[in-house]
């Protein structure tokens, strides 16, 4: 009996009509297997997953197949974005096994829910030294009916393996000018300076680099870091990764110049993204980046916003490619033959040549995915404003990718503070509200009477799993990037609510460093542990900053020292991994920078020489400040708090380490104050 039907993720629900007998991951599922002598299959994945659609249709919606995985197992399947907490732990041991990892991920438990093989995708049939789904199963079946005790003693060592991999950098120093340079040389050599990005194929979005780049930029003056930023940017912008007709970005490009991207869309990347790209506008005045924040946050809001104010979690890769079957890319790609359709001969050839689509292509069977090279000559911007918008009009006529309506907290917050500041910087209030509307789903759906935060929902009901980490601190976040733009006190409390929780329930008390879950969560095998950035930063990370920010506001210590005993990792790990710490590194720069305090007082709700003291204080580049504003003798915030007029005009205080600048009523006196 397949039990996925009454399950809220939708990757789950894609398996509820599978003949194999799915289980969610319960302990019911392990019960099972314990009375059935039988060992479990954990198949774990997500909803716009290719390989995970390719599996399932050759595998699990094989009949024979279904029929053997029956008798001789119990099948587990887990949406990944749901329950990060069982990936990591099993994606650690499928890494350390087999030097690499991925989804779909397929491993084999013990009833007690120790792994002993592992695997990613399988084919049905042999291929490229790869065994097929069938061989693995038979071979598993053999070992567990015929070499028990060697299985169980396997399992054994792989399970005492990673508890000996916890990790302890709390009690480190926090990183300072040396670490942080020691990073910007290494990411200096590790340079694409031909395509921008960091390595080779695949070449994955570094969002969270950029952002280190942009900070030590503004705090350093370092030109090289700021030049690496913006050309990695433009690129990105200019390449097939970006949709260049509908915005947003695609999860990342199977080759090194960003042509070919793997096309499913993801709420996180285009949330980190679009806060990156508003960032280098910020720093640069590029328009470029205006654009491309811009088109990305209008993406989200029109592609991703649920019915209940929330984000969805991504769009599908795969979609019907007029003929019944799906295919990847299908919804994006384009041959000259159909530009010449919607748009005639002419503006044909036109949208040819200003989109690189060639009788060749760049893609599969003769189509192109649309770029932006640099052109010389002088296009009519009128004329392709046209064409986009005739071909945008097409496209919808297009069957549309599948969309995972699931809302995941963790990736909200990241969306939060992206609309939030996206809107602030280009005097878009809806981009505002939109974020206002995520927030004010996080607290009336996903936070309990005491403050728990639940990971998921979908169409307003909320899910089962406990929010980890990553979910505390990206939600307090984006709650700290709404205070300092809509100047609403609550959500700085609300982030503090969220951080007590962490300080409480996550970190360690003794070494400072952080875990995953919470001591009071589900017991796996091990507690995860990564202070590494993989999509999105690592929840080691991200509570760093948030940290960092609320102490900034609060002056708690006890949050500001969590925060520095956290970055211990970024000293340790920032000098010899940078790509994959880049949201450490950047909080260790606002560290180094104080962060600054800014706080902006007026007359009265509304005054215009008040908002554009604030609005001069959200544009400044001071790593990681933050910003507080409001009217005079308000307790909306700590950092109001005998803040007066001056001569009855409105004021801004900066301070940073216990030290204040002289109060200006100067927009730009406070623009040189904060980098601006």
Not at 275 to 286: D, E, F, P, Q
Not at 372 to 399: C, N, S, T, Y
Not at 497 to 505: E, K, P, T
Not at 662 to 672: F, I, M, N, S
Request: glycine fraction near 10%.
């Amino acid at each position: 009996m397949n039990r996925l039907a009454h399950e809220t993720s939708p990757y789950l629900l894609q398996h509820a009509d599978n003949p194999v007998d799915w289980w969610p991951w319960s302990t019911e599922a392990f019960d099972e297997a314990r009375a059935a002598n039988k060992p479990v299959l954990l198949s774990v994945g997500y909803s716009s997953c290719h390989w995970c659609h390719v599996m399932a249709h050759e595998s699990f919606e094989d009949r024979a197949t279904a029929d053997f995985l029956n008798e001789h197992f119990v099948s587990i399947k887990v949406d990944r974005e749901e329950r990060p907490d069982v990936d990591a732990v099993y994606m650690e041991a499928v890494q350390a096994a087999t030097g690499h990892g991925g989804w779909p991920m397929t491993v084999f438990l013990t009833p007690d829910a120790e792994p002993f093989y592992f695997g990613t995708y399988f084919p049905p049939a042999p291929r490229h030294g790869m065994p097929s789904f069938q061989q693995v199963l038979e071979g598993v079946r053999s070992a567990w009916s015929d070499r028990r005790g060697e299985v169980t003693e396997v399992a054994e060592k792989i399970v005492k393996d990673l508890a000996g991999r916890e990790i302890s950098y709390g009690d480190a120093q926090v990183p300072g000018e040396e670490e942080l340079a020691q990073a910007l040389l290494g990411l200096t050599r590790e340079y694409d300076p031909q395509r921008g990005g960091f390595g080779g194929a695949p070449k994955f979005p570094p969002s969270m680099v950029v952002e280190f780049l942009l900070r030590h930029h503004a705090r350093t003056g370092a030109e090289g870091a700021l030049q690496m930023a913006a050309d990695t940017c433009e690129r990105m912008a200019r390449g097939g990764i970006y949709d260049q007709l509908g915005g947003g970005f695609a999860r990342y490009s199977v080759d090194r110049d960003w042509v070919v991207p793997h096309f499913e869309k993801m709420l996180y990347d285009n949330a980190l993204l679009c806060r990156v790209y508003a960032h280098l506008w910020r720093a640069t005045g590029s328009e470029l980046a205006r654009r491309v924040a811009l088109e990305t946050a209008d993406f989200m809001v029109r592609e991703l916003r649920t019915n209940e104010g929330g984000f969805a979690s991504a769009l599908d890769a795969d979609s019907d490619d007029g003929t019944g079957r799906h295919v990847e890319g299908a919804y994006y790609v384009w041959t000259p033959q159909q530009l010449a359709e919607v748009l005639g001969g002419q503006d044909a050839e036109l949208a040819a040549h200003y989109f690189e689509v060639t009788e060749d292509g760049t893609f599969e069977n003769g189509s192109s995915v649309l770029q932006l090279p640099q052109h010389e000559g002088v296009f009519d911007a009128r004329k392709v404003e046209d064409i986009k918008e005739r071909l945008l009009r097409a496209r919808g006529d297009r069957a549309a990718p599948g969309r995972d309506d699931k809302v995941v907290a963790a990736w909200n917050g990241l969306a939060i503070a992206a609309l939030a500041e996206t809107g602030a910087y280009f005097d878009r209030p809806d981009l505002v509200e939109a974020a206002v509307g995520a927030a004010d789903l996080l607290v009336r759906l996903h936070l309990d009477e005491q403050a728990r935060l639940a990971r998921t929902s979908k169409d307003g009901q909320v899910g089962a799993n406990a929010g980890v980490l990553e979910d505390y601190a990206d939600v307090a976040e984006g709650f700290l990037a709404l205070a300092s733009v809509t100047g609403e006190g609550v959500w700085l409390e609300f982030a503090g609510f969220l951080l007590d929780h962490v300080l409480a329930r996550f970190v360690d008390q003794e070494s400072g460093s952080l875990y995953d879950t919470a001591a009071d969560a589900e017991k796996l095998i091990r507690r995860p542990q990564d202070p590494t950035d993989n999509a999105t930063p690592s929840g080691w990370s991200a509570a760093a900053g948030a940290l960092l920010g609320y102490a900034a506001h609060t002056g708690s210590e006890a949050h500001r020292t969590a925060a520095e005993r956290a970055l211990g990792v970024v000293k340790a790990l920032g000098p010899r991994v940078p790509r994959f710490v880049g949201w450490g590194l950047a909080v260790a720069e606002a560290l180094l920078d104080g962060p600054k305090e800014v706080a902006i007082v007026g007359p009265a709700q509304g005054d215009e020489a008040t908002k554009a003291l604030h609005r001069t204080a959200l544009l400044g580049t001071a790593p990681g400040a933050v910003v507080a504003a409001g009217t005079a003798g308000s307790d909306e915030f700590p950092l109001l708090a005998d803040r007066p007029l001056v001569d009855g005009a409105p004021a801004a205080y900066v301070c940073r380490d216990f030290t204040c600048d002289a109060p200006t009523t100067d927009p730009d006196r406070l623009r040189v104050a904060l980098g601006g």
